[in-house]
């Protein structure tokens, strides 16, 4: 393992899982609670619009579960990358009096600006950079929370053509369809934020298979020592055929 691969993955990788079991944690709870109880509320309000709602909160989590193993693969190559272009910089600055003394310096440059990427380009070119696999990852999340937000807005609509039926026929008075309304923005909000929290999660994954990748190696040289040999050593020395 190089030395800038390790202190990524105490870094970086790290601190993913700690977002995700900290403040990640936190919101997932309060946003579940959330979900929970605006749903409640808006079955009171009225079921026939609520059930088109949780119709496409469903629809919405069969669409994003290929996105969250998405999501793990893409943080999981972003963080190698990151790794590799520690690393670069780690054994360049470490071994800098080695770097000056053959004039490497143009060497090593190109050798970390090849791990980070172009940053000059809107659509990074087909690497493994960190550029690269972080704007796929930016775009995987934001296009994760934005298709719930989407297909929530889109739901609104559907059941604003039903409460038009449902008013015009006396079943549902406008006070209860405004009360709803409300409640469907509140719900709106609360699932893009279950949808970053997701994302985070999915990130951390990530990141945790990296680090206990590294915990669970079997060293190769055991904890206690060694092996002891058998017989002991008694230092004899035999030189045949030395000219």
Not at 76 to 85: I, M, N, P, V
Not at 120 to 140: E, F, I, M, Q
Not at 211 to 217: Q, T
């Amino acid at each position: 393992r190089k030395s800038g691969e390790i202190v990524s993955r105490l870094g970086s990788d790290t601190l993913l899982i700690q977002v995700a079991t900290t403040s990640g944690l936190n919101e997932l709870i309060i946003g579940v609670v959330q979900v929970a109880v605006i749903v409640s509320l808006m079955f009171v309000a009225t079921w026939q619009l609520t059930v088109i709602v949780f119709g496409t909160l469903t629809a919405w989590c069969c669409v994003a579960s290929p996105f969250f193993i998405l999501i793990a693969k893409i943080t999981r190559r972003y963080q190698d990358a990151l790794g590799r272009a520690a690393n670069a910089s780690t054994e360049a600055i470490g071994a800098m009096r080695t770097v000056r003394a053959f004039c490497a310096e143009g060497v090593e440059h190109a050798r970390y600006a090849a791990a980070v990427g172009d940053h000059t380009h809107w659509c990074p070119p087909a690497n493994d950079s960190t550029y690269r696999h972080g704007v796929l990852k930016a775009g995987v999340g934001t296009g994760l929370a934005g298709s719930g937000v989407l297909m929530l807005m889109g739901a609104i609509q559907v059941a604003i053509w039903v409460v038009l039926l449902l008013v015009s026929s006396g079943e549902l008075s406008l006070g209860m369809f405004m009360a709803f309304q409300a409640y469907q923005f509140q719900l709106g909000f609360a699932v893009a934020k279950l949808g970053g929290c997701l994302a985070q999660f999915a990130a951390a994954k990530g990141g945790a298979a990296r680090v206990f990748e590294l915990l669970e190696r079997p060293p190769k040289i055991p904890p206690t020592g060694g092996h002891a040999p058998e017989a002991a050593a008694k230092g004899e020395i035999r030189l045949e055929g030395v000219t």
